[in-house]
């Protein structure tokens, strides 16, 4: 009976153990079910509502799509300045927003940097607020047709749109386009006002109609160098820097224009000729580097600016009856320029005809300020050499006793000139040995005449000050030397370097190949300027700083070599080609870029090539591979830190992959269970 019993209670756990396990599986079973479920249903969905994102607006996202959709009956998308619209967690994976037809008003900083968007499809707005798509680098379509007001950076480095119709619009505020590097056209039909920075760096626009165009500001074309034509029939100023860099411009109505301001053509090299009949005012630097600017009157100008057309070499002959003032550097390395006249001139500035090679006549009128006697440019007084104009054809020129002072520059360019003597009083400020020009107390070499035979020079001991283009365009000098107890300056291989020969100052002209050694620091401005040079080596192990112009006018360069662990810093342009045509310089170096762009001037370009070996050490050499094939620069790779995902869609990826785990962890945790009971049974 007692056994009976046991028995019967046996039957009884086995069988509640037997019904827990199945309990426990079945809820496992549903478990599992429910997770794939979840699994299978996560990627349909539905958009994720955000929230309100102005008065009576809300928004959504769908993951799926990528879209933003705003809807309601609200007429004004909030502003963001002060903080983060409701989509900041898509702002890198949105690719399309599509915004109600209720909406007119876009606010500011809405979609600010996002980075991943590439349309945006709106039918009413017609105000679009300041920075409200700035940075949204992958845009490529929006209709701004019936935008009548466009805020200051709205498009700001949107570098992938192409094309902008701004049928409506009146004016273009600051910074509107700046930096989008793909955009090619615009329609501003109806546009009066373009202010400053607007199209600034869109180096892809080719082509903009502004029939109705009145006013220009600061820096709006700067840097647009496929901009090739421009109609500013109606403009009467042009401001600073506006067409700055603008290299393919070769086409500018400029009919009504009075005012052209600093720098507001600079190093526009295709510019040809243009009609600045109404220009009253030309300020400074106007047209530097306008390397093909043929201008040949200027009938109204009342003035030229410092620089305003240095480094024009295609500039033949130039007529400004008005002109009372000519700046500082006015005509600076017109290499081309051959005749001048300014009758109604008053006043000229310091070295305004320097590197006018070609200059041969200036026509100052009845002038009461100056005077032009045997080829030379005096003042009334004759007591200013302004400019050396060739005299009367002789090799020799002997400078007046009336003169006291001498222009900077003077006699630069003129390589007919062989020798410089001094006469009468003129001895009180000046003096000449063997026709070279000095001070009175041979402390400053004043210029070397750049026609003089012979290749080597020696300067004296008692010199301690050099003028910076005393040497220039002197040709026939391949070598110069310092006399024994010179404090001041030293020579190595032929050319002038500081004392403790750190600092190179000026190579001959006649150089055409040259090494820097590891123990030279610095290279002055315009060391290298109008030398034959053609081959530049840096020793291994080098630092060197290349000052501005150091290489200026060096049309002959075409190959530098750097060896290992070379250490280069520059100034601004130190690489300076003046001739129309392009100039590409070959660098053998270890590391590739080494040349900042902000280093060679517009029109000279680097390849780089690689050593024959990585050996390297040991002193500099020319013998570098003159078949060496250039190799493309390549950038340098992205960082490789690993990146913690913080997007959304990437947070429901790893929400997927927990349901998985779940899964998994509900099938098997359920049989290890029944396992373990099953053999205490």
């Given at each position: 009976?007692?056994?009976?019993?046991?028995?019967?209670?046996?039957?009884?756990?086995?069988?509640?153990?037997?019904?827990?396990?199945?309990?426990?599986?079945?809820?496992?079973?549903?478990?599992?079910?429910?997770?794939?479920?979840?699994?299978?249903?996560?990627?349909?969905?539905?958009?994720?509502?955000?929230?309100?994102?102005?008065?009576?607006?809300?928004?959504?996202?769908?993951?799926?799509?990528?879209?933003?959709?705003?809807?309601?009956?609200?007429?004004?998308?909030?502003?963001?300045?002060?903080?983060?619209?409701?989509?900041?967690?898509?702002?890198?994976?949105?690719?399309?927003?599509?915004?109600?037809?209720?909406?007119?008003?876009?606010?500011?900083?809405?979609?600010?940097?996002?980075?991943?968007?590439?349309?945006?499809?709106?039918?009413?707005?017609?105000?679009?607020?300041?920075?409200?798509?700035?940075?949204?680098?992958?845009?490529?379509?929006?209709?701004?047709?019936?935008?009548?007001?466009?805020?200051?950076?709205?498009?700001?480095?949107?570098?992938?749109?192409?094309?902008?119709?701004?049928?409506?619009?009146?004016?273009?505020?600051?910074?509107?386009?700046?930096?989008?590097?793909?955009?090619?056209?615009?329609?501003?039909?109806?546009?009066?006002?373009?202010?400053?920075?607007?199209?600034?760096?869109?180096?892809?626009?080719?082509?903009?109609?502004?029939?109705?165009?009145?006013?220009?500001?600061?820096?709006?074309?700067?840097?647009?160098?496929?901009?090739?034509?421009?109609?500013?029939?109606?403009?009467?100023?042009?401001?600073?820097?506006?067409?700055?860099?603008?290299?393919?411009?070769?086409?500018?109505?400029?009919?009504?224009?009075?005012?052209?301001?600093?720098?507001?053509?600079?190093?526009?090299?295709?510019?040809?000729?243009?009609?600045?009949?109404?220009?009253?005012?030309?300020?400074?630097?106007?047209?530097?580097?306008?390397?093909?600017?043929?201008?040949?009157?200027?009938?109204?100008a009342t003035g030229i600016g410092n620089y305003a057309f240095q480094e024009c070499s295609s500039l033949k002959s130039l007529s400004a009856p008005n002109a009372k003032t000519i700046g500082n550097n006015a005509f600076y390395e017109c290499s081309s320029l051959t005749e001048l006249s300014i009758p109604a001139v008053t006043s000229i500035g310091t070295k305004p005809f320097y590197g006018c090679a070609s200059l041969k006549s200036i026509d100052i009128g009845s002038s009461p300020n100056f005077m032009i006697e045997n080829g030379i440019l005096y003042n009334s007084a004759k007591t200013t050499l302004i400019r050396y104009l060739g005299g009367d054809g002789s090799t020799d020129f002997t400078v007046p006793s009336t003169v006291t002072t001498i222009n900077d520059g003077a006699f630069a360019g003129w390589n007919n000139l062989t020798s410089i003597i001094i006469d009468g009083s003129t001895l009180d400020h000046y003096c000449s040995v063997d026709g070279v020009l000095y001070n009175k107390s041979m402390t400053e070499l004043i210029h070397y005449p750049a026609g003089k035979t012979g290749e080597s020079f020696i300067i004296p001991e008692s010199v301690t000050t050099i003028n910076p283009q005393a040497f220039l365009d002197c040709e026939n000098l391949t070598s110069i030397e310092v006399e024994a107890g010179n404090t001041k300056f030293s020579s190595k291989y032929g050319c002038l370097f500081n004392f403790e020969g750190t600092k190179l100052i000026v190579c001959p002209a006649g150089i055409e190949s040259f090494t820097l050694e590891s123990d030279v620091k610095s290279v002055g401005s315009k060391a290298f300027s109008g030398t034959k040079l053609k081959k530049l080596s840096v020793s291994a192990n080098s630092v060197i700083h290349f000052e501005t112009d150091s290489f200026y006018d060096c049309d002959n360069l075409d190959k530098i070599t750097l060896h290992e662990n070379v250490d280069l810093s520059f100034g601004h342009q130190s690489i300076r080609h003046l001739q129309t045509d392009e100039k590409t310089i070959l660098v053998i170096a270890h590391i590739h870029d080494c040349i900042p762009q902000s280093a060679l001037s517009g029109n000279v370009k680097v390849a780089y090539g690689s050593h024959p070996s990585n050996s390297g050490g040991g002193s500099a050499s020319n013998s570098t591979d003159d078949n060496m094939e250039p190799v493309v620069p390549v950038n340098p790779s992205e960082p490789s830190n690993p990146i913690i995902p913080t997007d959304p869609e990437e947070l429901l990826k790893d929400q997927k992959f927990l349901l998985v785990v779940l899964l998994v962890a509900a099938i098997v945790a359920p049989v290890i269970m029944a396992s373990v009971m099953f053999r205490k049974v």
């Open positions: 009976m007692v056994r009976k019993r046991t028995e019967d209670g046996d039957k009884v756990t086995s069988s509640f153990r037997s019904n827990r396990v199945m309990t426990l599986m079945i809820a496992a079973a549903v478990i599992a079910v429910g997770c794939f479920i979840l699994i299978a249903t996560s990627d349909e969905a539905e958009a994720v509502d955000l929230g309100s994102c102005g008065t009576n607006l809300t928004c959504s996202y769908d993951a799926d799509t990528k879209t933003l959709t705003i809807s309601g009956s609200g007429t004004e998308i909030s502003n963001y300045s002060s903080s983060d619209p409701p989509w900041s967690g898509y702002k890198g994976t949105m690719e399309t927003v599509i915004i109600g037809d209720s909406v007119t008003t876009i606010g500011k900083k809405a979609f600010f940097e996002c980075t991943s968007l590439k349309t945006v499809e709106m039918n009413n707005v017609t105000s679009i607020r300041d920075y409200a798509f700035y940075g949204c680098s992958s845009l490529t379509t929006i209709d701004l047709s019936k935008a009548t007001s466009i805020g200051n950076y709205s498009f700001s480095r949107c570098t992938s749109l192409e094309n902008a119709d701004l049928s409506v619009a009146t004016q273009i505020n600051n910074g509107l386009f700046e930096g989008c590097t793909a955009l090619k056209e615009v329609q501003m039909p109806q546009v009066t006002h373009i202010y400053q920075w607007a199209f600034k760096k869109c180096s892809s626009l080719t082509d903009v109609y502004l029939p109705s165009l009145t006013n220009v500001g600061n820096d709006a074309f700067w840097g647009c160098s496929s901009l090739t034509y421009v109609n500013l029939s109606n403009v009467i100023s042009i401001g600073k820097n506006t067409f700055r860099e603008c290299s393919s411009l070769d086409g500018v109505d400029l009919s009504k224009v009075t005012l052209i301001d600093t720098n507001a053509f600079e190093k526009c090299s295709s510019l040809t000729n243009v009609d600045l009949s109404s220009v009253e005012t030309i300020n400074a630097s106007a047209f530097i580097g306008c390397k093909s600017l043929t201008v040949s009157n200027l009938p109204s």
